[in-house]
């Protein structure tokens, strides 16, 4: 079976892996998931995000240790992380997987299905995806793909989609100066008032009260290749 990151290569024909400059500021990462920038997955770690599980490894430069972004140990100081894509990459470069979350271990057989609808949702989100679309890329029925998914997580894939749409929307509101009209279009949600219920429903307060609780944490600029799509309306 592919890897997560053969699938994404591969299949997707997107560029992943980025170097970055291994003395900037707030820790490193080898490659970027399409989609994922370091600060988000920072923020799915400090989560316990199971849901990202799989996805991406967690790599603590102090400990020698990886985990899943769900791993309930204690947080590691974010200079010391380095996110990993894929399983191999964090054991090559000398991790040992944490005994607690145990990442190397394969929890269902179906696992592979799942990690791969989920990669391609996440690569995918800002696009009017539809389960189909999903079940060609796993190559199952888009019937028996719903059934899995939702056997295996207690949530469809249409809820993940939107989980994440939702996690996008939530970085951008904090980390950057766009407007609630673009990051409604730019986390891929079709209309406002689909954005606006979709976030209420995951953070209980509308998007611009949410921006207003919070501090900044860090500004990012944005990769050139996410303007907001035409025709999406
Ligand atoms: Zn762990």
Redesign the pocket.
Not at 65 to 68: E, F, G, K, P, S
Not at 98 to 103: A, G, N, S, T
């Given at each position: 079976m592919r890897s997560v990151l053969d699938f994404l290569a591969g299949r997707m024909n997107v560029g992943i892996v980025k170097q970055i400059d291994k003395k900037g500021a707030g820790g490193m990462y080898n490659s970027e998931a399409a989609g994922l920038s370091f600060e988000e997955m920072w923020a799915r770690i400090i989560a316990c995000d199971a849901r990202y599980d799989g996805l991406f490894f967690t790599a603590v430069k102090t400990t020698r240790?990886?985990?899943?972004p769900s791993?309930?140990?204690r947080k590691p100081k974010k200079q010391n992380v380095t996110f990993y894509m894929q399983l191999d990459q964090a054991e090559t470069a000398g991790y040992r997987p944490?005994?607690?979350?145990?990442?190397e271990v394969q929890h269902s057989p179906w696992n592979t299905f799942i990690e791969q609808a989920r990669s391609f949702i996440v690569a995918h989100y800002r696009e009017p995806l539809l389960l189909q679309d999903i079940a060609d890329h796993v190559k199952l029925s888009a019937y028996y793909l719903e059934r899995l998914f939702k056997q295996e997580t207690n949530e469809t894939p249409r809820m993940f989609l939107e989980k994440v749409r939702v996690d996008r929307a939530a970085h951008l509101l904090r980390c950057s100066d766009k407007t609630n009209l673009e990051v409604c279009y730019e986390a891929g949600f079709q209309t406002p008032s689909n954005f606006y219920k979709a976030f209420k429903r995951h953070h209980h307060c509308s998007p611009g009260e949410y921006r207003n609780q919070g501090t900044p944490i860090v500004r990012e600029a944005l990769p050139a290749s996410r303007k907001p799509l035409g025709g999406m309306l």
């Open positions: 240790i990886y985990c899943r791993c309930r140990s944490c005994k607690r979350c145990q990442p």
